[in-house]
């Protein structure tokens, strides 16, 4: 999408969510959006995480969310706690799961949500 292409993108309610939660928490997987997205607390998952992941995978067919490649080690992510992230047993694996990051294009979509 270039910025002459005026491509319409209908997209869900829940996936514009995802776009803004990963724009204010930063790279995060279906496992934790599914329990925290936009910061809602709680253990009970307040989505299905096979419904956030699928969202994750139409969004990243349409160029605005890619997997995330960086290093999540020794580094809070989304809207966890830094502290809970830090006492991990073992600091040297990565976090379990597919982790999601905005590409340029989503960045500015989700900005747009934003602001809405």
């Known amino acids: 999408m270039k910025a002459g292409d005026k491509k319409e993108i209908n997209l869900t309610d829940l996936e514009k969510k995802i776009l803004v939660h990963i724009l204010k928490y930063g790279p995060d997987n279906a496992w934790l959006m599914a329990r925290r997205l936009l910061g809602i607390?709680?253990?009970?998952?307040?989505y299905s995480e096979d419904e956030i992941e699928a969202a994750c995978l139409h969004l990243e067919?349409?160029?605005l969310l890619q997997k995330y490649n960086g290093s999540l080690k020794w580094l809070p992510t989304s809207s966890i706690k830094p502290w809970i992230k830090f006492k991990q047993r073992n600091r040297d694996k990565k976090p379990k799961g597919i982790y999601f990051d905005l590409?340029?294009?989503?960045k500015k979509l989700a900005k747009q949500f934003k602001n809405s």
């Open 41 to 46: 607390s709680g253990w009970r998952p307040s």
């Open 103 to 106: 590409t340029k294009e989503g």
């Open 61 to 63: 067919s349409l160029g």
